[in-house]
């Protein structure tokens, strides 16, 4: 009897052991899973911890008060490709490959070449299991800038951000293999893509609950179509009115290929589909709670440019940019300041508010301090990593750049408070000077008052970039 009670204690000792390292290895080896959850054309104002009043957002609202909210935080680029390009290789669009939306036909976008070190190789580099799930838009299928090429495990979604504006369309992408959505065929509309998108997400998180993950969220709401299942549509239709109507394409070549479908009730479709967004972003922390991972987690919610106004969208109605002057496609504040929004339990201090300058080419140099270890790449990145400890030890930036290759071409720098923005860049340029910190909505044009300041900043600006092989001014 001795003999089977001192074997069934050293079994239960070894087991609890077991399960007590299992859960506990992520902090043992000092590798937090990384949760970066990135909306696709969401305004500064379209969240309710942001301001947002015509719809609220109470599960991104639940990280905001459980972490840090950044009232500072600027998006890579004004347009999507270039956005992504900047977050993955933390250059700047005057340093970084892919400057704008260029495409490849039929499917996908010029690819960021093979030698980019990425965010997504640096994590892998360091046991992460490394997934991405959304719209990609840095290299055609195969390519060398195909996710699977750039240090991702997994990938399943949209490559082709062109094919990306359709919620219902003919296929995904699951890694290397092409998913034909046969609900989806001729004018079907069953297989809604961002709920498929979202599902396998969350089976990432369950494989790889036993090992650090870095899960690339990068949905495709709110952008473009303006398209929700009909359960959230059903929450605000009438509710929203005066409705806008769009009349789309639901025919011929574009259909379901960039094209945008007819929506007879705009805002009530704009809000379901944010909603759709939180309930997404609350099932993934309920599922990493679930799991027993939360304290070993770190969230990060934020958007790739501002607000569009494309297919039906109206962010004037929705103020989704607050006092913020511009849209998407602007160097204004409106076109590139987005929501910044990190918990980490245990780290992070609740319910707290920075004002913090930062960008998305910050996030390399972060997630690298996070993981203790020092780049051998240059990036034009700061670690905010005291920021979000707040260790008052926080690095600032000079100043930061952007430029545009669309519409005459546009450039912009921040320094300090001090904004400039140049546009018809290839022509005669026009230039625009703000005190942003008197003037946050950009409204009073310094440029011809201010002329030393205009100076000063024009040379900066002139020295801050270098031609890319495909991107010239």
């Given at each position: 009897m001795k003999i089977k009670f001192f074997v069934k204690v050293i079994i239960l000792i070894i087991l609890t052991s077991c399960n007590k390292n299992k859960k506990d290895l992520p902090n043992q080896i000092n590798k937090p899973n990384i949760?970066?959850?990135?909306?696709?054309?969401?305004g500064y104002g379209d969240l309710s911890c942001y301001g947002q009043t015509r719809f609220s957002t109470p599960n991104i609202d639940?990280?905001?008060?459980?972490?840090?909210?950044?009232?500072?935080?600027y998006s890579g680029s004004t347009v999507c490709a270039p956005s992504r390009s900047s977050l993955m290789t933390g250059l700047h669009t005057g340093h970084t490959f892919v400057r704008g939306n260029k495409e490849v036909r039929p499917e996908g976008q010029i690819p960021i070449p093979d030698s980019t070190y990425t965010i997504s190789k640096l994590l892998k580099e360091h046991g992460y299991a490394t997934g991405a799930f959304g719209k990609w838009g840095l290299g055609y299928p195969g390519s060398e800038g195909d996710p699977l090429n750039q240090g991702f495990?997994?990938?399943?979604?949209?490559?082709?951000?062109?094919?990306?504006?359709?919620?219902?369309?003919?296929?995904?992408?699951?890694?290397?293999?092409m998913v034909l959505l046969e609900g989806n065929s001729g004018i079907k509309q069953e297989q809604y893509a961002p709920e498929l998108i979202h599902q396998k997400a969350l089976q990432f998180i369950d494989k790889n609950k036993?090992?650090?993950?870095?899960?690339?969220?990068?949905?495709?709401?709110?952008?473009?179509?303006?398209?929700?299942?009909?359960?959230?549509?059903?929450?605000?239709?009438?509710?929203?009115?005066?409705?806008?109507?769009?009349?789309?394409?639901?025919?011929?070549?574009?259909?379901?290929?960039?094209?945008?479908?007819?929506?007879?009730?705009?805002?009530?479709?704009?809000?379901?589909?944010?909603?759709?967004?939180?309930?997404?972003?609350?099932?993934?922390?309920?599922?990493?709670?679930?799991?027993?991972l939360e304290e070993h987690t770190?969230?990060?919610?934020?958007?790739?440019?501002?607000?569009?106004?494309?297919?039906?969208?109206?962010?004037?109605?929705?103020?989704s940019n607050g006092i913020l002057k511009g849209y998407k496609r602007d160097l204004f504040e409106g076109g590139i300041r987005v929501p910044l929004i990190v918990k980490w339990r245990g780290k992070i201090k609740e319910g707290r508010q920075t004002n913090h300058i930062s960008a998305f080419w910050d996030v390399m140099p972060t997630f690298a301090n996070i993981l203790n270890t020092k780049l051998d790449t240059k990036t034009d990145g700061i670690s905010f990593l005291p920021t979000l400890l707040d260790t008052g030890k926080q690095q600032k930036h000079d100043y930061l750049y952007w430029e545009f290759h669309e519409l005459k071409g546009?450039?912009?720098?921040?320094?300090?408070?001090?904004?400039?923005?140049?546009?018809?860049?290839?022509?005669?340029?026009?230039?625009?000077?703000?005190?942003?910190?008197?003037?946050?909505?950009?409204?009073?044009?310094?440029?011809?008052?201010?002329?030393?300041?205009?100076?000063?900043?024009?040379?900066?600006?002139?020295?801050?970039?270098?031609?890319?092989e495909v991107f010239k001014f």
């Open positions: 949760v970066y959850i990135l909306a696709d054309d969401l639940a990280l905001a008060q459980g972490g840090v909210l950044f009232t500072q935080h495990d997994t990938f399943y979604g949209f490559n082709c951000q062109r094919l990306a504006h359709n919620y219902y369309p003919y296929h995904l992408w699951d890694n290397d293999k036993d090992r650090p993950f870095f899960l690339y969220y990068p949905s495709v709401i709110p952008h473009a179509e303006l398209f929700a299942p009909n359960n959230y549509m059903d929450q605000f239709l009438g509710k929203l009115n005066p409705e806008k109507v769009f009349n789309g394409i639901d025919e011929g070549d574009k259909y379901k290929n960039g094209g945008y479908g007819t929506q007879e009730h705009g805002h009530a479709a704009f809000a379901a589909m944010v909603n759709l967004l939180d309930d997404q972003v609350g099932e993934i922390v309920q599922k990493i709670k679930d799991l027993g770190i969230f990060i919610f934020t958007s790739d440019n501002g607000p569009h106004q494309e297919g039906g969208a109206d962010p004037d109605y929705f103020d546009r450039q912009a720098i921040r320094k300090d408070n001090w904004k400039l923005v140049k546009y018809n860049v290839k022509e005669i340029p026009k230039y625009f000077l703000f005190d942003l910190d008197t003037d946050a909505g950009e409204t009073n044009n310094l440029s011809e008052t201010n002329p030393g300041k205009l100076n000063e900043l024009i040379k900066i600006l002139e020295n801050a970039r270098t031609d890319s």
